[in-house]
């Protein structure tokens, strides 16, 4: 979890090929009308993504029912939404790419054809709650390299191959 240019999605594929999981961009749950929302500079609105968090949730509970396991990048940028995302399950886990607005400002404005324009990114900081530690949160700095990352957080993770 994290605002948009956190390393979502970069950090998350690397997770899981580390993990031998699966990887899943959140992003691809969206429905046609919250991506032409956010095209056209739009912010969602929390009933814009209750349908969208209900869908994620879904696959993890049908990913894990089939004993596989998932890694999915995705902004749960309020408690309520990673309160969808996890429903009370302990075998779901948060992990927050925590950066700066400067560093993550400046990593949007090198990307290339992504949906999310950078002016959005102060409203993602404006909604983002930080997980609190009943949460039970991984928090990865996101100013170091890739590999070094996902280091950090297989490192916190209790047991990477089980959880």
């Known amino acids: 979890m994290g605002v948009s240019g956190s390393g979502k ?4 594929e690397a997770l899981a090929q580390r993990l031998g999981w699966r990887y899943e961009d959140a992003d691809d749950y969206h429905p046609a009308a919250n991506v032409a929302k956010m095209s056209a500079g739009h912010p969602l609105t929390d009933d814009d993504r209750w349908p969208w968090l209900q869908a994620i949730a879904a696959e993890i509970d049908s990913v894990t029912a089939e004993g596989g396991r998932v890694v999915f990048g995705c902004s749960a940028l309020k408690r ?3 309160d969808v995302l996890v429903h009370g399950r302990d075998d779901v886990r948060i ?3 925590d950066g700066s607005r400067e560093l993550i400002g400046a990593r949007m404005a090198a990307r290339k054809n992504h949906f999310m324009p950078p002016g959005l990114l102060d409203s993602q900081f404006a909604t983002l709650e930080r997980p609190g530690p009943d949460e039970r949160p991984i928090v990865a700095s996101i100013d170091a390299p890739v590999e070094a990352i996902v280091d950090d957080i297989v490192r916190q993770l209790p047991n990477p191959g089980s959880d």
């Open 95 to 97: 992990i927050y790419l």
């Open 80 to 82: 309520a939404y990673r």
């Open 9 to 12: 999605s970069t950090v998350g």
